[in-house]
């Protein structure tokens, strides 16, 4: 009998525990996941790669994606709250997400609602309160709500200073960290070679000037 009823409470925990362990994988985000590929993402997005953008190629190649869903009749997306995806890369794989939702379908939700709902998903938020940068936009600050991490991921629920809209930013702490110090000494090696570069642009404008000179010169009737 306490044989069974031991084995019955081992059943009960790892039923209960599943889901558990589901809804605290903070590497995904729908049907996206952290350390997927550029081509991955296009191909669920439907984007191409003329919508990329890249913001350094050296000392390693981080790019960009802006993608809103679809919203028409009959859509996947129709009546959601999601408005608005930021992809991050680095060197092909997905690294940072930020989410913005549609501050319609917000609207009214209390702090408490937003950390519910995603505790919910995520479990247990650590709540915080602290000033971030927005990734999308450098300069602009975000408020903090809550977070979620563990020693691979981090979760964090923002909300806008001013419109009051929220937002998700999901990372790979290891990439993350990687993308930032690539970021850093791209900054660095861009300002060492600004002035050759500005060099190399007016050389080449005299050179075209001359060009254009020994052409015009050869034709010119006065």
């Known amino acids: 009998m ?23 994988d903070l590497s995904k985000y729908r049907n996206f996941s952290l350390g997927m590929s550029l081509n991955d993402i296009l191909k669920l997005t439907d984007a191409t790669l003329a ?16 993608w809103w869903p679809p919203t028409g009749t009959g859509g996947a997306y129709q009546g959601d709250a999601l408005q608005q995806i930021l992809f991050l890369f680095y060197n092909g794989e997905l690294y940072r997400i930020f989410v913005t939702y549609d501050p319609r379908a917000v609207e009214g939700l209390t702090t408490e609602d937003m950390v519910q709902s995603i505790s919910a998903r995520y479990g247990p938020a650590m709540n915080a309160v602290k000033k971030i940068g927005n990734p999308a936009n450098e300069g602009y600050s975000q408020q903090l709500v809550a977070s979620w991490e563990d020693s691979q991921y981090c979760l964090k629920l923002v909300r806008d200073s001013f419109s009051g ?35 190399d642009r007016l050389k080449k404008e005299v050179d075209n000037l001359e060009i254009e000179r020994q052409k015009n010169k050869k034709i010119f009737q006065p």
């Open 51 to 66: 919508q990329v953008k890249t913001s350094h190629r050296r000392p390693g190649l981080t790019q960009e994606l802006n």
């Open 2 to 24: 306490k044989l069974i009823r031991s084995v019955f409470f081992v059943v009960f925990a790892i039923a209960l525990g599943s889901p558990v362990l589901q809804a605290q």
């Open 165 to 199: 809209s929220y937002g998700l930013i999901m990372l790979s702490k290891h990439a993350d960290t990687e993308a930032e110090t690539a970021s850093v000494e791209a900054r660095r090696l861009e300002e060492q070679e600004r002035p050759q570069k500005e060099a």
